[in-house]
């Protein structure tokens, strides 16, 4: 039960938005036991987003959440290299305006019950 929630400064088009689902789909399963089946892929636009008190360029924020405790570092590493290239190559949102925030939990709700 992964969910990649990307918060932008830029627009996004639905054809931008796709590929960067397409780019996290993959990018997911870098983390053991988890697939594109899972992942929920929430979309913020054009969010005033300032980085180092300036709003002026393009930035994101993402959080990545999974369910689960055990995710080695080198997921971590791995999905941040995809997260940002994808947001570079999609919205010209330069590595160094992204921060991303890993969270893994063993609290996860879903159909009406707990996991």
Not at 31 to 40: A, C, N, R, T, Y
Not at 74 to 102: G, K, N, Q, V
Request: hydrophobic letters at 35%.
């Amino acid at each position: 039960m992964p969910v990649i929630h990307t918060h932008v400064s830029t627009p996004i088009n639905a054809e931008q938005r796709e590929r960067i689902k397409a780019a996290y789909g993959k990018a997911i399963t870098a983390v053991p036991g988890k697939s594109e089946g899972w992942l929920m892929c929430p979309f913020e636009s054009d969010m005033p987003i300032y980085f180092a008190g300036d709003d002026s360029k393009p930035a994101a924020y993402v959080e990545v959440n999974v369910f689960g405790t055990d995710v080695p570092r080198s997921a971590w590493e791995s999905l941040t290299r995809s997260i940002m290239e994808a947001l570079d190559t999609e919205l010209s949102i330069p590595e160094d305006r992204i921060y991303i925030r890993y969270t893994a939990t063993t609290d996860w709700g879903w159909n009406g019950s707990n996991f």
